[in-house]
């Protein structure tokens, strides 16, 4: 086993950390920047722990993660306490009458694929993706996927679904109108983010818009959808921390886990207002043209 003692230092976790709490919520995967940046830092010994089957690294990558979901639970708290009094809500009626009512079950249900897959396959796809020239790739496809998403969102039938179901102040779908079918799909694209080089945020709020949500609402759907699944990852692995896989990384994990807290109160602040007027595009130009160089220079 490769101890993260030896391949890791405070200061690595720090820049991992402030990493991981901007790029897990902008679209351009946190988990693909993860991997390529040590290969251009020359963190050479992080390089190899991140391909290597059996390593702490995937308890450290699992701690960054738990810490942007604490930041997407500081900035969304309000939006929390309403979703969980109107789950229990149902519980009572068993049924779901208002839009609060609808998401918390909305969100139950997108969250079941993603939880499933994420068990039984989380650790096989971040092994072997989890290589620069591989993580590279995918985010050229993540870039590839934020154009098609903004390209399909403006055919003629994704904007004729947004007047049936129902329009919002700025003209895209009603977030409660959404039926737990499209849930479900939606919670299947979110998975793919398994990949590294693949935006959890990015692939869900393309699905999003794909159902004719308009930016702002197909972005809040992401934000909440993905802490959920964060915070019971981290539940899941915090064995592997505890256990013999966190001897010696414990105190850098708890120390990036803080910086990407911090990170992403910040970052979801500013996507929440970004996505109120601008679309995916820049970040799809960014991953595509980062993705193609980080290629080449990988081959190198």
């Known amino acids: 086993m490769i101890l993260l003692a030896s391949a890791i230092s405070y200061f690595q976790a720090v820049v991992l950390g402030l990493l991981q709490g901007v790029t897990e919520l902008f679209p351009i995967s946190s988990l693909g920047h993860t991997v390529l940046f040590p290969t251009l830092f020359g963190w050479g010994s992080v390089v190899r722990m991140q391909s290597a089957s059996e390593s702490p690294w995937l308890a450290f990558v699992v701690m960054l993660h738990v ?15 309403k979703i969980i009094k109107a789950f229990f809500r149902t519980l009572v009626k068993r049924r ?53 998403a903004e390209a399909y969102r403006r055919r003629a039938e994704v904007r004729a679904l947004a007047v049936r179901e129902g329009l919002n102040v700025e003209g895209g779908r009603e977030l409660g109108t959404l039926e737990y079918t499209e849930a479900f799909v939606i919670g299947i694209a979110q998975s793919t983010a398994l990949v590294a080089g693949i935006s959890r945020e990015g692939v869900t709020m393309g699905a999003g ?9 197909a972005a809040r759907l ?31 994990a708890v120390v990036a886990c803080a910086v990407a ?40």
Request: glycine letters at 8%; a positive charge.
């Open 209 to 217: 818009l794909a159902r004719g949500l308009s930016h702002s609402d």
């Open 96 to 148: 779901a009458d208002d839009p609060t009512e609808r998401l918390a079950w909305l969100i139950i249900v997108a969250s079941i694929p993603a939880g499933i897959l994420g068990i039984a396959f989380e650790h096989t796809f971040r092994t072997l993706t989890a290589k620069p020239l591989a993580a590279a790739i995918a985010l050229t496809i993540n870039g590839l996927i934020l154009f098609a």
């Open 67 to 81: 810490g942007s979901a604490l930041g997407l639970l500081a900035y969304f708290w309000r939006d929390w306490v």
């Open 261 to 300: 807290a911090v990170a992403a109160l910040f970052t979801v602040a500013f996507l929440v207002r970004w996505f109120r007027t601008r679309t995916l595009t820049p970040f799809a130009f960014y991953c595509l043209l980062f993705g193609v160089a980080m290629v080449a220079y990988t081959q190198s």
């Open 222 to 252: 992401a934000f909440l959808m993905a802490t959920p699944i964060i915070l019971a990852a981290g539940i899941f692995k915090l064995g592997d921390l505890l256990g013999p896989h966190g001897d010696g990384i414990r105190g850098q």
